[in-house]
């Protein structure tokens, strides 16, 4: 069973960077795609960056093109989300998901109750 854990949350000024990091156990994240959702007050739950299982293919939400950078260490067993320029708009709860043979831009279509999630790093932008 694949469990999640998210960290690297942290206030940052407008225009700082961030590495949030994804730490997988149970499983080895060969077979599985991986990405980041953020939720902030009062909005829904979007995809920000989904990387795919099969040849790590990737998905980057319109918002974030540019500026963030998703990448898998399989040695780790760890995905990481390198944010830099950011905005307070980026400010929300940052969550890892999960789940296997999946591509990217369909892992970060819509957040799954299937997938399985890490437990949220707060993300705050603010000068």
């Not at 997988?24 to 009062?42: E, K």
């Not at 995809?47 to 898998?72: E, N, Q, W």
């Not at 067993?77 to 709860?93: F, G, I, R, W």
């Not at 999960?98 to 819509?110: E, K, Q």
């Amino acid at each position: 069973q694949l469990r999640l854990a998210d960290s690297g949350g942290g206030l940052v000024q407008p225009g700082g960077s961030l590495r949030l990091s994804c730490v997988a156990s149970g499983v080895t994240l060969d077979y599985y795609a991986i990405g980041w959702f953020r939720q902030a007050p009062g909005k829904e739950r979007e995809g920000v960056s989904c990387i795919s299982s099969s040849d790590s293919s990737t998905y980057y939400a319109d918002s974030v093109k540019g500026r963030f950078t998703i990448s898998r260490d399989y040695a780790k067993n760890t995905v990481y989300l390198q944010m830099n320029s950011l905005k307070p708009e980026d400010t929300a709860v940052y969550y890892c998901t999960g789940r296997g043979h999946m591509a990217a831009l369909d892992l970060c279509a819509s957040p799954s109750p299937f997938g399985s999630w890490g437990q949220g790093t707060q993300v705050t932008v603010s000068s």
